[in-house]
């Protein structure tokens, strides 16, 4: 073979070399910009309740988990489906040593809490920062897109929110009460409530259910005095509690209580943090959904 055709040869190979690394190459839009991944990345941390419902989904484990040190905040639903994880301390304010230690190939963390530390984070691992806190339910959906692309897992994802559509649709023509519904948080400070923009508040207009607050569109959440919950008025208050005793107990012993639709029908109903507040992914989402059909229908009979 002559020189030319031995260098002609050589930059053929390079050029398909190339052309196989690109096309093995994952690349990845987030919201600081564009990440180009080498291949799926196996050790994945999480900072985020959600993101980890988004892997859970798809049957991927990260190997650490920003839990606030306690992995009963998961809820079971993604516990279930995956393996034990490492703590790597709380999401907002992860322990970057321990994040290091675990050498992740891939970051996933929150554009509103980690922001401050994306190029601390960078420096670890390829990271990338998602919507979480604040997000509605299609931004949830949206971001388990996202992660299932990072990871390899597309296809898999876009079956699974088919079939999580479906799910979600089934309950969807099971609900066709008038009523309206309010989920809030409540504390010994007082009483944030939820509007059509936040998680769950998303979730109920997507299931067809009235909101109480349909027209907060500047912010996905309030806080609340009592006065502020007369006006309101829901028909059904869902709400969870953050301290053992909470604002809810001096209000109920106000005479305005009284004059409030939920103050006549007893229609509160406290539920658990984990799944209605905290972890704000596909799974939670399908966990609210049968939780209200469980409570709409034993009401109706």
Known sequence: MSKLGYKRLVCTLILICRVISAQASIEVKHQL?????????????????????????????????????????????????????????LR????????ARLKPELIIGDVGRHRVSYEDLSKIAPTILLKSRGESYLDALASATIIAKAVGKEQAMLARITQHKQIMDSYRVRFASTDTIQFSTVNE??????GPLSFTGSLFNYLGLKTALPDLQDTHLIQANLEVLLRVNPDWLF???SKPVTVLESWQQNPLFQLLK???TGQMVEVPSALWSLNRGMLAAEGIAEA???IFNRTAK
């Open 92 to 99: 907002s304010q992860p322990s970057l040593e321990l994040i």
């Open 292 to 294: 209200l059909d469980k």
């Open 189 to 194: 400070r007082g009483m944030w409530m939820h």
């Open 262 to 264: 939920i103050g006549k």
């Open 33 to 89: 910009g564009t990440l180009l991944l080498p291949e799926a990345p196996k050790r994945i941390v999480v900072l985020e309740y959600s993101f980890i419902d988004a892997l859970a989904a798809i049957g991927v484990s990260p190997i650490g988990v920003a839990d606030d040190l306690d992995s009963g905040r998961i809820i079971p639903e993604v516990r279930d489906l995956i393996e034990p994880w490492t703590s790597v301390g």
């Open 239 to 241: 709400y969870v509690r």
